[in-house]
DNA sequence: AAATGTGGTTACCTCCATGTAACTTGAGCA
DNA sequence: TGCTCAAGTTACATGGAGGTAACCACATTT
């Protein structure tokens, strides 16, 4: 109900909403950020635990992917003052609910994965006999 | 279970599947892959009306991102040598049955998307007042 | 004094996805 | 002679995602 100027109350809701798609989706298909939402579902982790849970991440992507989906409100952080500093995270209700929509992609390409790998090699292959 | 060399029928499937499963998510992810499914899903196209309908793509990128859903058995390409060259694309099984998965994370991005951007302004703002 | 552990930040570098623009092919058409 | 079309290919430039490694603070342990 704010509106800058003047109203603009159901204006091109398409074409910025399209944006805001694209770059939610973008954040799904980031290097980290599923993995993590992933790893969070089963419940809340502090920040080595989550580290050493999702092979291969450095610190420095785990705290900024950390970050952006804490933005986008799909995870909480909690800090503690101990020593040494205890900070647990995990999944919002928001981010919860994003595990259903991902668990369908991932079970598609699960279910798919032997189809797509046969199309690569098929596809290479006729490459191979038309190229040098 | 371990054999190097010899007879792997079964072995190490998660380290390689999630491999796997990370390149065919990633291509999920990338700028137009989306885009060009959801395009073809209501039928088959040729290149430039494709393009037309895919606003803002360049011919390079549109080839591009066809010749890799190509290659992943996604999307049948049909060239007839007429003049001009007449080349039409569309969705094979495999891309029609990545539709219904697809429309589960953009019906999820639409319910959602009031909640992102609020927890987004919200983060914003408090990051404002932590820093100058 | 020095190492350890947690949860970061910062500087720096590299590679790749993407963008722009020019060129190609081959027939038709002016 | 040159322009146009479709469907690309190629060369070149660039931004940003991601990686590496060093640094920090603080208290405890050795």
């Given at each position: 109900?704010?509106?800058?100027?003047?109203?603009?109350?159901?204006?091109?809701?398409?074409?910025?909403?399209?944006?805001?798609?694209?770059?939610?989706?973008?954040?799904?298909?980031?290097?980290?950020?599923?993995?993590?939402?992933?790893?969070?579902?089963?419940?809340?982790?502090?920040?080595?635990?989550?580290?050493?849970?999702s092979s291969g991440?450095?610190?420095?992507?785990?705290?900024?992917?950390?970050?952006?989906?804490?933005?986008?409100?799909?995870?909480?952080?909690?800090?503690?003052?101990?020593?040494?500093?205890?900070?647990?995270?995990?999944?919002?209700?928001?981010?919860?609910?994003?595990?259903?929509?991902?668990?369908?992609?991932?079970?598609?390409?699960?279910?798919?994965?032997?189809?797509?790998?046969?199309?690569?090699?098929?596809?290479?292959?006729?490459?191979?006999?038309?190229?040098?």
């Amino acid at each position: 109900m704010d509106n800058t100027g003047t109203e603009r109350t159901t204006e091109l809701p398409l074409l910025e909403d399209c944006m805001i798609t694209r770059q939610i989706l973008d954040r799904v298909g980031d290097k980290w950020s599923m993995l993590i939402v992933v790893n969070l579902g089963a419940g809340q982790l502090r920040f080595k635990e989550l580290q050493r849970r999702s092979s291969g991440i450095s610190q420095r992507m785990l705290t900024q992917t950390l970050r952006h989906l804490e933005r986008d409100g799909m995870v909480w952080r909690k800090a503690t003052p101990t020593v040494p500093l205890t900070v647990e995270y995990g999944l919002t209700t928001l981010g919860l609910s994003l595990l259903g929509p991902l668990q369908t992609l991932v079970d598609w390409v699960d279910s798919n994965r032997g189809e797509i790998v046969e199309a690569r090699s098929s596809y290479d292959g006729q490459q191979e006999n038309i190229q040098g």
